[in-house]
């Protein structure tokens, strides 16, 4: 079973309707982060967190909120989807243990399409 | 905002050559610098972790070097093969997230 998991893995909606996107991990980390990569960009980080209690704004939070239901889970949602948020969004975790290097473990994506 | 930069965006070589990749960031405080690997369709996997000045690191045909007083790093591949082709990603931890370049894609025609 894969350590990083990602509901759904792909999702047309349209504009203006809420989505979640969904992550899970086994792993037993507790930092976990929301990315999301367009075409020519590099991966752009929308929310981190820390701890269940520790959540953090990224540089491209406007337009998402998040919410961590508990260590192993981390929900990342579109209240009124809009076309440019069509994207691959990314989950991944690291291990604070592993702090200052912090590699990164990444589900396999959301393709979200947004018309 | 923390400016990575990779070059070049796109590399096509042929099987058996070996090529390299740069990844560039002002000279700054920072704690690591990270490659990763991207094949389409999956997960980005961790390739290298490099944190000194000097560091380098190998696995199979691939290394990396780490040169934080001119900042910059290159990652190395010898002898490319059809299975190397991938994106390959630079990341910087500064504070307490990543940021990555825009990473470079290598195509590797057999």
Redesign the interface.
Known sequence: DAD?TQTPRNRITKTGKRIMLECSQTKGHDRM?W?RQDP??????IY?S?DVKDI?K??ISDGYSVSRQAQAKFSLSLESAIPNQTALY?CATSDPAA???????????TRLTVL | ?LN?E?SP?SLHVQEGDSTNFTCSFPSSNF??L?WYRWETA?????LF?M?LNGDEKKKGRISATLNTKEGYSYLYIKGSQPEDSATY?C?L?VR????????TRLQVQP
């Open positions: 990083v982060y990315y020519g960009l590099g991966l752009q980080l981190y820390f953090n990224g540089e990314f702090s200052p290097t912090d590699t990164q473990y990444f589900g396999p994506g | 905002i990575v990779q965006q704690y690591a990270h999956k997960s980005p996997e961790a972790v944190t990603l990341a931890n307490r997230a990543l940021t990555f370049g825009s990473g």
